[in-house]
Every structure is written in structure tokens, then in C-alpha cells.
């Protein structure tokens, strides 16, 4: 691969991360400030669902990329389209006046982003070499571009104002055009022989009769629950402590995040799947143990929740991609990776987030003093809930889940 084509993918990867960590940190923050004249009752539960859209987008993304986009069109070229119309929707977003209406843009959006997500990587692969070694070098620049996207926030103090979606839209624009002078990639000449059910895992269900692939399968559904407790609420949550500075402090989660995937594939050899997937769900209820008990006279432990991020994500989302593809082998690999992705980021977060939404509802207090009512949520509840959803999760994986001997060896 040219050095030009890798700075021009580098670019394409730093801005399509931006993008997403430029609203998604902040759109919590964002709603409990615009929309706050409908009672944070109502915000929570707008929240929740809000959320939520992106997990409808990523289980409907694949049809799009699989039956339409590799079909008909260079991925450089629907990628760019679906950036610029989407820029036009996050400024949109801004000139929402209620939940309701907010949720329905966000959700549009969300059809169109996260399609790109899969179309960067395809136009990414198809430049490269070798991907082994030359993807991890670019995709890091997507996590450079979240963190980034995080200390601009912080540093002109927009984490809970209408600036943060039109610095969003600004990027999606800007990535829109570059993406019509990214290398060509040209539909797939596999791609009309793809049938409905394949591109959303359906050839993989037969791993599904292996008893420990069911078990990981189904944790890794659990697992999402709380991990959308984190993506909806940590932001309001730490706000209250940090203020304008939280976007920032909340980007030590990448900082970890990049710093362990460096470990993965030392430790997925000497470990085994089953104890790094059980460190992972441990980091979680950890995580919520420390948000639960976190205050200002204990900061140490909002740091730590933070920074847990790392262990959380790669070494149980990491670790389970890889974990699915060596069960899969190479003829369903692809539909198993699918599969794997349809369940966690499409069913699992579905459900955490309007579960998570209704939770922080439930435990959301009303004071009123000298005829002045005020809403205060009790985190402590709120964050215990997912941190005993994760322990469960946990303790039966840890009972139940035998891993292959023969994978083991391998």
C-alpha cells in the first residue's frame, strides 16, 4: 500500500470517528438541557430510546450494505452520500423542539451512519496488502478521532449545547466530499449471488448447536444491557462532577481502550477465550461498582470507571470476534462476524437502552423547597442495577461455558 492511499485512509478513518464521538458522548447532556420543560421523567425514557437507534440501525445496516450498496455502487462514492445527507441531519437535529421529534432525526441519521461504518472498512481492506498487519495501524486513527473529537468538546465547553451536533455535521460534510477522492471500490462481484438471510449471519446459526457457542452467544446479548447504561447515562452521570471538562475525561476510556487491544493477542494465546471473556464481564460490573460509589471525595473511582473502558470493550468484544471466527472457520466466517454483531450492537443494545432509559425513570427523585421542585437522579440505584446484571452474566458464564478443547490447544 502507497503512503499516500494510507494517509488518505488514516484521514477517512480519523474522521468518520469523530464524527460519531462529537454527539453520541454528549447528545445525554444535550437532552437534559433542551429538553427539560418536558420533565427528566420524560427525558430519561427519550433518552433510552434515543439511544436505542442506533441499535435498530445496526441490525437493518447489513441489508443495506449487503443488498444494495455491494450491488450497485463504489463504496467510496455511497459512503460520501450517505455523509452529506447525514450532515444535513445532525444540523437538523438542533432545530428540534421535542423529544419526539428529536428521536425520529436521530434515528434517520443513525440508517445512514452506520451503514458507513461497515463501507469505510470495506473501501480500507480493499487497498491493503496485507490487512493483518496494515488495518489495526489505520482503524487506530478512528480511535484518535474520538478522543479528539472529546478534548475539543471539553476544551470550548459546548458538552452540553447544539455546537457539538454542528461540529458533527461540519465533519460528516467534509468526509462526505473527501470520499469521492478515496480509492476506488467497485461493488462486488460476489455480491448478486448474496441472498437475504446471509448477510444478516443466518449461514452461521449452525454454530448455534454447539453448546458453548450458545452460552458466549447469549452472554454476549446480557452483556449489552449494561454496557448501554454506560453509552446513555455516563455522560449526564459525570457531568455533575466534571462539568464542562467531562467529554475530555471521558476520552481516557479510548486512550485505554487502544492501549489494551495492544495486549490482545499476547493474552488471547496464553489465557484462553473463557478467562479473558470472564475478565471483560468482570470489568463491567466493576465499573458500575465504581460509578455507583464515585463521588467528588472519592474521584478516584469516576476515574477508574472510566478507564475500565479498555479491559470491558477488548477483552470481551475483541476477544469475542475472535473467539467466533476461529468456531466458525473460513467458509461462515463472515456470517458468523454478522451474526455476532447483529446480536450484541442490534438485539443486546436494543434492549439495554430502553431498559437503561426506564431504570434511570424508576430511580429519578423529586425535592421541592420553598415551592421550587427539582428532579435528582439516585445514581447509586441506577448504577447497581447493571453492575448486578453484569455479575450475574458473569457467575453463570463462569459455571456453564466450556471452551473446545481443541480451540484451546489452538
Known sequence: MKMKTGIMLA??????????GAWYVTMGPYMDTLFKAEGQNVVDLAKGATYGAGAIATMLSPFFVGMIADRFF????????????????????????????????????????????????????????????????????????????????????????????????????????????????????TANNTSFGAIFGADAFVLLKERSFLLFFIAAILICIPL??????????????????????MTLGQMSEA????????LFYRLGVKKMLVLGMAAW??????????????????YAGVILHGICYDFFFVTGYMYTEKMAGEKIKNAAQSLFTFATYGVGMFIGTNYSGYVANAYNQSTTINGVTTQQHIWETIWLYPALIASVVLVLFILFFKEKKQLAAQ
Open 259 to 266: 492501549l489494551f487491544i495492544i495486549t490482545i493477542p499476547f
Open 11 to 20: 484521514a477517512m478513518m480519523f474522521l468518520q470517528y469523530y464524527i460519531w
Open 74 to 189: 463504489a463504496a467510496q462514492k455511497i459512503m460520501g452520500i450517505l455523509h452529506i445527507i447525514g450532515a444535513a441531519l445532525l444540523f437538523y437535529a438542533t432545530k428540534m423542539t421535542g423529544t419526539a421529534s428529536f428521536y425520529w432525526v436521530i434515528l434517520a441519521y443513525s440508517l445512514l451512519y452506520m451503514p458507513t461504518i461497515a463501507l469505510s472498512n470495506s473501501v480500507a481492506f480493499a487497498q491493503m496488502s496485507d490487512p493483518g498487519k496494515q488495518f489495526p495501524w489505520i482503524r487506530v486513527f478512528g480511535t484518535l478521532g474520538w478522543i479528539v473529537a472529546g478534548l475539543v468538546i471539553s476544551k470550548l465547553a459546548i458538552g452540553n449545547g447544539e455546537t457539538t451536533f454542528i461540529i458533527a455535521a461540519g465533519a460528516s460534510a467534509l468526509l462526505g466530499v473527501f470520499s469521492f477522492i478515496l480509492p476506488n471500490t467497485p461493488p462486488k462481484s
Open 285 to 302: 460490573a466493576l465499573r458500575y461498582i465504581c460509578f455507583a460509589y464515585g463521588s467528588m471525595d472519592a474521584e478516584w473511582l469516576l
Open 228 to 249: 448501554s447504561f454506560y453509552y446513555g447515562f455516563a455522560g449526564s452521570f459525570l457531568g455533575e462532577f466534571w462539568g464542562a471538562n467531562t467529554a475530555a475525561k
